[in-house]
Structure formats: C-alpha cells, structure tokens
C-alpha cells in the first residue's frame, strides 16, 4: 500500500472564531475515523510558533528555510491506503471538516520499509 500525504495551508482554513471549534471537532473525528479503519500513520499541524531552521551538513544551524519554501505551515495527514482514488476520498473528508481545499500526495515506495 502507498502512503499519501494529504494536507492544506493554515491561511486556506477561512472560518470565523465562532465556527472554529465545530471544524476542529470535525477535523478531529475524520482523524478518529482514519485511526479506527487502520490507514492513519501519522499526522499534525506545523507548530507555527517555532521558526523554521535549516541545518547544513557540517551542522551549522541558521534562520530561515530553503527560498522556494518561503512559508510552511498548516496541517498534514500521512495516510497508507491501498489506492489514489482512496486517497482522494479521504481529502474530500478532510476538506469538508476543514472547510478548505487539500493537497494530496503520493510518497514513493520504500521497498525496505
């Protein structure tokens, strides 16, 4: 089976305070529903209060990330699932309880994983 990684940025998510808590809540039940039928792997939203750093390979650490990647953020689901067409139903879950579009992506096969 193939993981996918099915995800969305925070500034996607346009709700108001008031509708916040009911997406949340509803976010978090098509996450239970992936755990209870046995495809969730992992998942989580970006801590966007700790800055992005890069570490090069001698181990020095600086501010900031690579300048294609200017902003990472939001929230991302990893997913193992025996097809796209299911990871596409899976986003469609995603993006009615988060009331956002999502972006799906497929992770390469890891024949020793």
Not at 31 to 37: G, L
Not at 54 to 67: F, I, K, L, P, R
Not at 70 to 89: C, I, K, Q, W
Request: net charge negative.
């Amino acid at each position: 089976m193939t993981k996918y990684m099915i995800s969305f940025p925070s500034s996607a998510v346009v709700v108001t305070e008031q509708e916040f808590p009911a997406v949340a809540k509803a976010s978090y039940a098509v996450v239970q529903e992936a755990k209870d039928a046995g495809v969730w792997v992992f998942g989580g939203g970006i801590d966007e209060s700790i800055a992005p750093v890069m570490v090069d390979e001698s181990g020095n650490v600086t501010q900031g990330t690579y300048a294609d990647t200017t902003h990472l953020e939001g929230g991302y689901s990893v997913l193992e699932l025996p097809s796209y067409e299911a990871a596409l139903e899976w986003a469609a879950k995603m993006a009615v309880a988060t009331h956002c579009a999502q972006e799906v992506r497929a992770f390469q096969d890891d024949p020793e994983g």
